[in-house]
C-alpha cells in the first residue's frame, strides 16, 4: 500500500501540541501495525531530512523523500479555528509518480504534479480553503474512492446540498464511492446503488486536528487491503479516528482496525440544535463566541446573532430560542450572570448542560455540576459534546 501525503510541521496554541508530522506521515504511522506493507512517499526540504528520518524510524514507517523548495507548517490558535499556512508557495522539485494495487493520495500544499495508479485508489484532497480542480492528483484506477468534507464536495459539484452533490460526483466522475466526512455527525457513504449515513464515535475527549488524516488512512486500508464494502470501511474510519481524538497515539490498534472492538455510535447526521450561550460584550467575548458558532454551524442558535444586544426585552426572546433547542453550551470562564441563568433555565427544562471554561467558578457553578452539567477545560471538546448531546436529545423525541 502507498501512501501520498504531505510532511509538515503543526502546532497548536491551546490546547498545546507540536507535531512533524502532516497528513502523510500521520496516515502512515496511523497503519504500523495494521499488517500492510505501508510506503510513504512525501517531500521536505533539504534542511529537514535527518528529522524527518528520525521521525519516521520513531513512528515505524518506510518513506521515500522528494524535495520542495520551502518548508511547510500548519499554526492552530484552537483546533477549532483555520490554521495559518507557512510555506505557501512551495514547489515540489520533481513530479510524484506512484503506482500500487492500493494507494492513499492526499492533497499536498506544494505545487507540482501527482499522478497515482492502482487497483483501488483512495483520494482526500485536504484543503483548509478553497478546493480547485488543480488540486486534485491525477488518478488511473479500477476503482476510486474520495473522502471529503462537506465544504469540498459542494465546491467540486456545485450544489449546496451535500447527498445531492455527492451522488453527482459519482455519476459525474465516474468514482466507486464518495464518503463526506460531516465532523461530529458522522459520515456519509454514497455508492452508486446507496447512500448510507454512518455515526459518530463517542470519545471522552476530543482533538480534531488530524483526525481527517487518520480516518482516510483506515478507510484506504479496511476498502483496499481488507476488502471491506465502504459503509464497513467508513465504520472502522470513523473508530480508528475516535482513537486519534481521544488518545492522539500512534499506531492505531489491529483490535480497532479489524473491527473487534467498536465504540458507542452516536444517531448519523442528527438533527439537534445547540443553544450558545456566552458574553458578548468586549472583543475577546465575541471572537469566542463567533469561533464556537462557526465550529457548531448549522445546527446552532447563538443569541448574540439571533438577538444581538439590548435592554430588557432581550431576556424573553433569548428564552424563547433557548426553549426550542436540544442542548446548551455555556462558555463561563467569566462567570457572566446571564450565561448563568440561561443554563439554570435549561437545567429546569431537561436540556443537556455542557459548560466550557479554563478557569471555572466551582462555587458559582456547584448548583449546575451537582444536577448533571458537563464540565470541561477543552474547548474542542466542549463543542462536540455538546452536538452530541443535542443530537441525542432531538433523536429520543423523534425531531
Given at each position: 500500500m502507498r501512501i501520498v501525503g504531505g510532511t509538515y510541521r503543526e502546532q497548536c496554541a491551546f490546547p498545546s501540541h507540536h507535531e512533524f508530522a502532516g497528513s502523510g506521515m500521520r496516515?502512515?504511522?496511523?497503519?504500523?501495525?495494521?499488517?500492510?506493507d505501508v510506503l510513504l512517499t512525501s517531500a521536505i526540504q533539504e534542511s529537514e531530512q535527518t528529522e524527518a528520518e528520525v521521525v519516521a524510524a520513531t513512528f515505524g514507517v518506510t518513506a521515500e523523500w522528494g524535495m520542495r523548495t520551502r518548508s511547510v507548517s500548519f499554526s492552530y490558535f484552537t483546533p477549532l479555528n483555520a490554521p495559518v499556512i507557512g510555506g505557501i508557495g512551495s514547489r515540489l522539485?520533481?513530479?510524484i509518480e506512484v503506482s500500487d494495487d492500493v494507494v492513499l493520495a492526499f492533497g499536498l500544499i506544494e505545487s507540482g504534479q501527482v499522478k497515482v495508479t492502482g487497483r483501488r485508489v483512495v483520494v482526500d484532497p485536504q484543503r483548509p480553503r478553497n478546493l480547485t480542480e488543480e488540486d486534485l492528483p491525477?488518478?488511473?484506477?479500477d476503482q476510486?474512492?474520495?473522502?471529503?468534507?462537506e465544504r469540498e464536495v459542494r465546491q467540486l459539484a456545485g450544489v449546496e446540498d451535500v447527498r445531492v452533490a455527492a451522488k453527482l460526483l459519482i455519476e459525474g466522475r465516474g468514482l466507486s464511492v464518495v464518503v463526506t466526512k460531516c465532523g461530529p455527525r458522522g459520515a456519509l457513504v454514497t455508492t452508486a446503488d446507496y447512500q448510507e449515513?454512518?455515526?459518530?464515535c463517542v470519545t471522552e475527549s476530543v482533538f480534531p486536528i488530524g483526525s481527517g488524516d487518520v480516518f482516510a488512512s483506515a478507510f484506504a486500508w479496511a476498502w483496499g487491503e481488507a476488502d471491506a464494502d465502504p459503509v464497513e470501511a467508513a465504520v472502522i474510519a470513523s473508530n480508528a479516528a475516535a482513537h486519534w481524538c481521544e488518545t492522539t497515539n500512534y499506531p492505531i490498534p489491529t483490535h480497532v482496525l479489524n473491527g473487534s472492538t467498536r465504540r458507542e455510535v452516536l444517531p448519523p447526521n442528527g438533527s439537534g440544535v445547540v443553544y450558545l450561550a456566552g458574553p458578548f460584550f468586549n472583543l475577546q467575548q465575541r471572537w469566542m463566541i463567533d469561533v464556537v458558532k462557526d465550529a457548531l454551524s448549522p445546527g446552532v442558535w447563538s443569541p448574540s446573532h439571533e438577538v444581538g444586544p439590548g435592554g430588557l426585552e432581550v431576556a424573553q426572546k433569548d428564552l424563547e430560542g433557548l426553549e426550542h433547542c436540544d442542548s446548551i453550551l455555556a462558555l463561563l470562564d467569566d462567570s457572566d450572570p446571564g450565561t448563568?441563568?440561561?443554563?439554570g433555565y435549561a437545567t429546569k427544562m431537561g436540556i443537556p448542560v455542557v459548560i466550557y471554561a479554563e478557569r471555572l467558578n466551582t462555587e458559582g457553578a456547584k448548583m449546575l455540576i451537582g444536577s448533571g452539567a458537563q464540565y470541561f477545560t477543552d474547548l474542542s471538546t466542549a463543542v462536540y459534546k455538546a452536538q452530541w448531546e443535542a443530537a441525542i436529545a432531538a433523536t429520543e423525541r423523534g425531531k
Open positions: 496516515a502512515a504511522a496511523a497503519l504500523a501495525e495494521s499488517g500492510a522539485q520533481q513530479d491525477v488518478v488511473s484506477a476510486q474512492a474520495w473522502a471529503l468534507n449515513e454512518v455515526g459518530a448563568v441563568f440561561e443554563a
